[in-house]
């Protein structure tokens, strides 16, 4: 059936990246690979090999694909990884032994191959030499891709969308989202998760449009049916009507036409009524974020999440292959700042494929994550923070840590980088030597102690998508808690209000980098309640811009103030409302 023909009906989501999509639905559903076994009749037994054969062949040519994707986006070095992968496939030993085992057991040769790859995966994970460790990941990723293209599950991998379509998944992990198809992807709607999960990150910052918690839609949807995605609203509709089309066509129009008036005033400064400049930063992700930084006219990078160049491979990058991408941004973006966060991995972001380095955790959020993985595994934090240094001679290039949680904490990581300069000079590389160094405040402790945190750094970068998440206890990536999710809770303001002060006390400047930041109706309480900057995905810069420019930073503090007294988050929140609307129109 046509299903266009199939009735219309509304789901509602959470709006979690602007926009509005209208297409055909991919449906990905992410599931652990379950092997069959089963018994190969003798006379199929010469398939089964020619099947196994093609399976190598095919995954081949998808690493291959990757791998000149990977090179064309984030440079050759960063591709290097790949050829490991290729690697693997030419192994006779590993190749010869599968068709061996099928030969002397007529078990199908997914069962093979899987019973062989997991062996030489354990006997790598036991070896001492890391270089050898290394290859256990690798191993371990290109038999994954083997088992699915034997078992005919590749059409799901995101990174082969072959024609532009909506992209409802019952979950995209940040892997996934690294290796999403921006030029194929018209929207991204999953069953679980919230505004700030990490896949919504991305999909912001590549400028698709993104609903999220929309509970079983992957249940209620198939492959090829028609749908808008609305978000703005967090609105899917499944099927819509000819009447629908026309009126989200009206609505398209009058976003299109307010949002060519935002990049209009794009090309003027940040800067209030009453003369305040504000500094508009970026947050970004990859190296080819950086050509959206220059396009929205943000000032710098404030916040250079890591992780991703960790989560787009299943081994460790090296000092060298980290240095060549942080030297890229910094080098592109000189003289603006650019501020590196050393590793977030954990939480919703482990690395895959490396269960040793990151071992299952009930809690993530709460568990082995970003300076606490660090600090235990030094080596790693290590060849990071050197690539930082080295980097920092090639632009202006800041570091900052997340999740710190005291004093103590900020002090041993600076105790590492001490460390890391010390070696640096002995090998005579150049650095910046006054590299100035920030904290991300995101965890209650760190907040409450901030006089303390302040004494050790030049900056401190509030995270709030994280600190809202600790101080109210719900999970950021909880679909069924995601209302309680509250940035204009009392609690989160008062916070905020004693992180700025207690930072400015000690003459050190505060920065927003969570999603808080990019949103036109909290930058002005954010600016009123004394943050310095602000650092969001690079599309959002036009619009606090545009609030900015629109506004006076005396009536912005008024704001601020009144929310102070305030006691119900719902009503801060229609204070916030109301002072954007007032100032803002978009008709
Ligand atoms: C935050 O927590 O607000 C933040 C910017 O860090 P991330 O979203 O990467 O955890
Ligand atoms: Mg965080």
């Not at 698709?208 to 079983?216: I, K, L, S, Y």
């Not at 966060?341 to 972001?349: F, I, Y």
């Not at 509250?486 to 700025?500: M, N, S």
Request: hydrophobic residues 40%; negative net charge.
């Amino acid at each position: 059936m046509d299903s266009r023909s199939k009735n219309e009906v509304t789901v509602q989501g959470i709006a979690a990246s602007q926009g509005i999509a209208y297409g055909q639905v991919f449906v990905y559903i992410q599931s652990d690979i379950t092997v069959p076994s089963y018994q190969v009749e003798p006379d199929k037994r010469i398939e089964e090999v020619a099947r196994f054969e093609q399976a190598l062949l095919v995954t081949r040519q998808q690493i291959a694909k990757i791998q000149s994707e990977v090179s064309k986006n984030l440079g050759p070095e960063e591709a290097l990884i790949f050829d490991a992968h290729l690697l693997v496939l030419e192994d006779q030993a590993l190749i010869g032994e599968t068709i061996r085992e099928f030969q002397a057991t007529g078990r199908n040769i997914e069962t093979c191959f899987n019973q062989v790859s997991q062996r030489y995966i354990k006997a790598f994970s036991e070896i001492a030499d890391e270089y050898l460790r290394e290859r256990a990941s690798d191993l371990r990723d290109v038999a994954q891709r083997v088992l699915q293209n034997l078992l005919g599950q590749a059409e799901n991998s995101l990174s082969r969308l072959a024609d532009k379509r909506i992209v409802v998944a019952n979950d995209i992990t940040p892997s996934d989202s690294a290796s999403i198809d921006r030029s194929a992807a018209l929207a991204i709607v999953t069953d679980s998760g919230s505004r700030t999960s990490h896949a919504v990150i991305v999909a912001r910052s590549m400028k698709v449009p993104a609903v999220v918690g929309v509970r079983n839609l992957t249940t209620r949807v198939q492959n090829g049916d028609w749908a808008i995605v609305d978000g703005y609203d967090g609105v899917i509709i499944l099927n819509p009507t000819e009447s629908t089309l026309f009126r989200y066509g009206k609505i398209q129009e009058r976003k299109k036409s307010f949002e060519s008036r935002l990049l209009e005033a794009n090309r003027r400064p940040a800067v209030t009524l009453d003369g305040v400049s504000v500094p508009l930063l970026a947050n970004i992700e990859k190296m080819d974020e950086v050509g959206l930084v220059q396009e929205y006219r943000a000032e710098g990078v404030g916040l250079y999440r890591t992780e991703y160049l960790f989560l787009n491979s299943s081994r460790v990058p090296s000092e060298q292959e980290q240095f060549l991408a942080y030297k890229g941004v910094a080098e592109a973006l000189a003289p603006n700042p650019v501020i590196i966060r050393s590793l977030d991995l954990g939480g919703d972001k482990p690395m895959a494929g490396n269960p040793d380095l990151f071992p299952k955790e009930d809690n993530p959020f709460m568990g082995f994550r970003a300076i606490r993985f660090c600090l235990e595994h030094r080596d790693i934090f290590k060849d990071q923070l050197r690539a930082i240094l080295m980097a920092s001679a090639y632009g202006k290039v800041q570091l900052m840590y997340p999740m710190i949680s005291g004093h103590e904490e900020l002090a041993r990581a600076n105790a590492v980088l001490t460390e890391c300069m010390q070696e640096l000079k002995e090998r005579g590389q150049p650095f910046d030597e006054n590299l100035s160094i920030g904290a991300m405040i995101e965890i209650p402790s760190a907040a409450m102690t901030i006089d303390l945190v302040a004494r050790d750094c030049a900056f401190v970068s509030i995270g709030t998508n994280d600190l809202i998440q600790y101080l109210l206890a719900i999970d950021r990536v909880n679909d069924r808690i995601a209302h309680l999710y509250e940035p204009t809770h009392p609690a989160v303001i008062r916070t905020l209000k004693q992180i700025v002060d207690g930072a400015h006390r000690h003459k050190i400047p505060v920065s927003v980098c969570g999603e808080m930041a990019g949103d036109p109706v909290y930058a002005p309480l954010l600016l009123g309640l004394g943050v310095d900057s602000l650092s969001m995905a690079p599309s959002w810069v036009p619009a606090v811009k545009y609030v900015i420019r629109a506004m006076t930073m005396a009536d912005a503090r008024a704001l601020a103030e009144e929310a102070l007294t305030m006691s119900s988050p719902r009503e801060i929140q229609a204070k916030c409302d109301a002072f954007y609307r007032a100032r803002v129109e978009m008709e």
